[in-house]
Structure formats: C-alpha cells, structure tokens
C-alpha cells in the first residue's frame, strides 16, 4: 500500500521530529513565532501589519509598544469602539493583524483596533511569565489612543490567543472600568487567577475552545506540550464558564446551539449561551469538537500533527466582533 511513498513518509516525520525539537528548545506557548521560522508563514503575517501605525509609550520605566490600526474612511461623527488583540506567548504583535484579519472588518465596520506588544513575549496574566506592570501598560494605551483618536470609552474591548486570551481574563478582572467585554480564544483561565480576581462590575465574557488543543487542555490542567516544559496550570473550559457566570449572577440554564457545518474538515462547532445576567452580561462558550490551539478560520500556523486543527467551521474575528458590538460599560 505505501509502496514507493516511503521515504516520503519518512522525510515528513523527520520534519515534524525537527519541528517538535525547535517548539521544545523555545517558550512552550510560543508556537506562532516558531512557526513563521519553521514554515514560512511569518512573513506573511507581518506583511499584514505593514501599514499599521506605530507607537511606543513607557509605563513603569519600561518603554512598550503597539500598533495601531485606524480605518481611512473611520466615521467623522461620534465616537468609535477601540478592539485590543494580545498575541500569544513567544509572540509579537505584528504576527496579529494576519493571524486575525481585524484589521479588514475594522475597515469594513469602521472601528479602531490597537494590537500592543508585550515587554518580553509573555503577557503579565499571573502565572509568572512576566513581572511587567501590562495592567499598567494596557490603561495608560486606552487612555493616549483616547487622546488623539475618537475612542468610545463604553465600547473598549480585548481579545487575544493562549497566553493573550489569559491575559485578557486578567483585564477582565483588574480593569473592568475600562474593559467592556472580553473574547477568549485557546484558553481559559490560569488557575493563579482565579483567587484574587474580583472585578469590580459584571462583564460579558466569550470563550473558544478546541477539544483537541495539546497546550491548554480543554478539561483544565498543565498548560503545555506534553513532553515539553510546563507553564502553570488552566482551569477548565467549564469551571471558567462557571466562574463568569457566578460573578455576573446568571442562574439560567444554558441554550445550545449546533452551529452548521461549513466545510468538511473534521471539526464541529456547538454553542452554549448564557444570558440574564446584572447589567444585561451574558457568559458565551463555542465548543469546537476536533479543533487545536488555534485561531479558527485563521492560518494553521503549524501542522495539525502538533497543534491540532484550525477550524473552517466558526469565522472567530467576525463571531468575537457581533459579540462586542452588543456589549458596552454601563
């Protein structure tokens, strides 16, 4: 049957025993970045963000820095909402704005989005992966593109990948005053996090998750690729559902959703919504059945073999885009 395919066969696991030596031999969540080396795709993800500006601002004697992407034809009447993208572990924001593709719905629905670059790869999300003031740094962003650029401070909101989705949970708890409302993509929430998180309002919260991701484990548990080195521990999809939903006093049962399939590619998509909670806060949850550690609809970065499936089944920016657009600070 494999007759004359073999030492094809042969050359593809040795490419992905080299690929898994790279992952292992550099930070475990920093899976974009390897990728962009290992297969190219780096390039193109930058290329996206060529047109971006670029702003440095310095926050606790550290200097950071952002793009900031600003639609040409952005309404001249009223202010407008600003999205925050956080790239994952071992990343870059410049990886974002072709990972996501928010930059051509923001020309499309005409909003604001800033994709900021963490100090040293890691965002600050309670695990230890970084001592930087990123609270810090996040609400001073807010408030230099509030000055120049006409930035709704009732529609600011955060969104990310892996480590970015564990820190957006973080801006969800420690600066609930700024955040309206918060999308979480490949994770849940640190186990670190969840003792001292005490948002001071209720706020609506939106994860996507994959069955099949082999870094964050669905069912909770060590963050990481199995043989590689461990970065903490996440709770589970579930138990992070629970804990939005106890601090936004929903007591609803859930309403499911099977959402069709798009395309054949071994992923299915269900929903589970929550509503009825104070302040109008609703808790989402996208199950993806066979999905990775990945942006669905977004490049696979990295064969499946190591991260599991990108999904074609669930457009993530534009699902995580309707959610903000019925979400504001009250």
């Known amino acids: 049957m494999f007759r004359g395919s073999v030492f094809d ?69 009223g202010p407008v909402p600003l999205v925050l993208i956080f790239h994952g572990g071992g990343g870059n924001a410049w990886n974002m704005p072709g990972l996501t593709h928010f ?3 923001a020309d499309d629905q005409g909003f604001l989005v800033a994709y900021p670059d963490s100090f040293n790869k890691n965002w600050n999300d309670t695990r230890g992966l970084s001592s930087a003031d990123d609270v810090g740094f996040i609400r001073a962003l807010i408030d230099e593109v509030s000055r120049s650029r006409p930035v709704d401070p009732h529609r600011v909101y955060a969104t990310g990948i892996s480590n970015g989705s564990f820190f957006s949970n973080r801006l969800a708890c ?23 998180c005490k948002p001071s309002r209720p706020i609506s919260v939106l994860y996507m998750h994959g069955t099949e991701d082999p870094l964050v484990p669905i069912g909770g548990g060590r963050i990481g690729f199995r043989h590689g080195r461990a970065r903490g521990d996440n709770t589970s999809l579930a138990d992070a559902a629970k804990f939005w939903r106890t601090q936004d006093r929903i007591s609803s049962p859930p309403v499911r959703t099977e959402l069709p399939d798009r395309v054949n590619d071994g992923t299915h998509v269900h929903r589970d919504l929550w509503t009825g909670g104070a302040d109008d806060t609703e808790v989402v949850v996208y199950t993806i059945e066979g999905g990775g550690h990945a942006w669905p609809s977004g490049p696979q970065y990295l064969p499946p073999l190591i991260v599991g499936k990108a999904s074609r089944n669930l457009n993530a920016t534009r699902v995580i885009w309707e959610f903000f657009q019925t979400q504001s600070l009250p």
């Open 9 to 77: 066969l042969e050359d593809a696991m040795r490419k992905a025993a080299l690929i898994i030596a790279i992952i292992a031999a550099v930070p475990v969540l920093g899976v974009v970045a390897v990728a962009g080396r290992a297969l190219g795709v780096r390039a193109s993800l930058r290329q996206a963000a060529a047109a971006d500006e670029k702003h440095s601002i310095v926050v606790g004697g550290l200097t950071h820095h952002y793009l900031l992407h600003v639609p040409t034809d952005l309404p001249s009447k």
């Open 103 to 105: 930059d051509e719905l």
């Open 174 to 196: 420690d600066l609930t005053d700024k955040i309206a409302a918060i999308a979480s993509v490949a994770a849940t929430m640190p186990e670190s996090l969840v003792p001292p």
